[in-house]
């Protein structure tokens, strides 16, 4: 017999892919068309299924129904309202002013240790179920507008700031002039010997100041001080009071640059959707276009082929506001355009100044 609450989430995962297309970007209106919710006649519809089959269900709990009801309309309410806030924004991998649009979180079953502007825990049943993960008492948000299971403060982070100091490597999530949110591509040093990190031009402009997301207390810990508007990268300078590292959060570069082939599988790391993997579809010279699940927050996040920093994520690549917001998409999303590290650092090297000479720290 099917308990109470594991009721609640089979409705709510059944009428859940509806609530979400329906109110999706791709919609492309104001007045977006809303989903008929009755999770009692569903229920129902079922049940009768299985009894012709002589498979016995439980009554439903008008009580559990109305619950079930209520909870995806508000969901199907708040989709609407952040696909419309999404069409606002002209750079489909960055979030713009996130301190701006922060969500509400939602009453916690157990309220986990460590929070930031943008580190707000959600419980709901809707929050588990579009992160893919029903069964979890709580799913963590970093980006609005994404329903994904972002991905948490390292515990080499906390060491840091412990110390006073952030860590940057590949797929750190960072604040651009306290306005964006983006992720770095990698971190190493110059032939200069100072302390260097890549990741998305359009994320800010030359002077711009860098904090660590994973670690905002400790304030501003780098500064823009190149940028190329046609690669799409920008160059950042890290001070005294920041450490770079090869290996961030699980995530692990070995090497620099290198191709891939149409039908190989590549991944990306980001502080908005995770880690994602997708099919490449095109090598050129200076991009490369995948199926690799990406939204505003993405900008900058590493591209990898295993260990190889292939890319830096640039945007949609089509001129249509339709991101990868959940797991539950799949492959239904605007294709991925990363920038080719090679054609990143090459142009670094053209254009002499930090940054040139970057190679990665031994740790």
């Not at 960072?174 to 990190?197: E, P, Q």
Request: charged content about 15%.
């Amino acid at each position: 017999m099917l308990g109470i609450s594991h009721l609640k989430k089979v409705l709510v995962g059944s009428a859940f892919a509806g609530v979400f297309f329906l109110a999706s970007p791709a919609v492309g209106a104001q007045e977006l068309p809303q989903a008929d919710i009755d999770s009692a006649g569903f229920f129902h519809h079922v049940r009768d299924g299985r009894a012709a089959s002589d498979i016995q269900a439980p009554e439903l709990d008008r009580q559990v129904a109305g619950s079930v009801d209520s909870t995806l309309r508000n969901a199907r309410d708040t989709v609407a309202q952040n696909a419309w806030q999404g069409n606002q924004y002209a750079e489909p991998a960055t979030n713009p002013n996130p301190l701006g649009l922060l969500e509400q979180p939602t009453q916690l079953k157990q309220k986990p240790l460590g929070t930031n502007p943008n580190y707000r825990w959600k419980s709901d049943i809707f929050s588990t179920v579009a992160a893919g993960k029903p069964d979890a008492d709580f799913v963590l948000h970093r980006v609005p507008g994404s329903w994904f299971d972002a991905p948490r403060i390292p515990e080499e982070s906390d060491v840091a700031m412990s110390q006073g100091k952030s860590l940057y490597g590949p797929g750190t999530p960072i604040y651009v002039n306290g306005n964006t949110m983006c992720t770095l591509s990698v971190a190493g040093y110059d032939d200069a010997g100072r302390k260097v990190g890549l990741t998305a031009g359009h994320c800010g402009n030359e002077g711009d100041a860098i904090t660590s997301a994973d670690s905002y207390h400790i304030g501003p810990t780098g500064t823009i001080v190149s940028k190329n508007s046609n690669l799409d990268y920008a160059v950042i300078e890290f001070g005294s009071n920041a450490e770079v590292t090869r290996t961030y959060n699980g995530v692990t570069v070995n090497s620099l640059g290198g191709a891939v082939r149409p039908g190989e599988t590549v991944c990306k790391q980001g502080v908005a959707t995770g880690k994602t993997c997708g099919m490449t579809y095109q090598q050129a010279q200076n991009i490369q276009v995948n199926q690799v699940c990406a939204m505003m927050g993405d900008s900058g996040a590493p591209l990898l082929a295993n260990d190889r920093l292939i890319g830096s994520i640039s945007g949609g690549f089509l001129p249509v506001n339709f991101p990868c917001r959940t797991p539950l998409q799949g492959p239904v999303h605007n294709p991925t355009a990363a920038t080719n590290m090679d054609a990143v650092l090459a142009d670094v090297y053209r254009r002499g100044g930090v940054g040139v000479g970057f190679t990665l720290p031994e740790a």
